[in-house]
């Protein structure tokens, strides 16, 4: 299995950047997918995160400006960053829980720098 992250990249405050995972296999093999970031000097934490058929939650830091999303037919799960801030800077990982199996697979990780 794998995650493929893409569309990182250095971005100003107030800007956006959507974010790309793509799987290897079909989306729905996964119960849950998800977002998480780690920022230097960090521990890697959730900013959102789905369980199919069930709830998706979000980081309180970014409530209101992330929103997960996925397209089925393209094995693609997406992250939508808006009104970004210098405090979201991190490498964002794409998360899959396999739904058969319990295991987790992640992805290699995208830079997102949010710098005037």
């Known amino acids: 299995v794998q995650l493929v992250e893409s569309g990182g990249g250095l971005v100003q405050p107030g800007g956006s950047l959507r974010l790309t995972c793509a799987a290897s296999?079909?989306?729905?093999?996964?119960?849950?997918m998800g977002w998480y970031r780690q920022a230097p000097g960090k521990q890697r934490e959730p900013a959102a995160v789905a369980k199919r058929g069930v709830t998706t939650n979000y980081a309180d830091s970014v409530k209101g400006r992330f929103t997960i999303s996925a397209d089925s037919a393209k094995n693609t799960v997406y992250l939508q960053m808006n009104s970004l801030k210098p405090e979201d800077t991190a490498v964002y990982y794409c998360k899959g829980t396999d739904r058969a199996t319990g295991d987790d697979y992640w992805g290699q990780g995208t830079q997102v720098t949010v710098s005037s």
């Open positions: 296999r079909n989306i729905f093999d996964f119960n849950v």
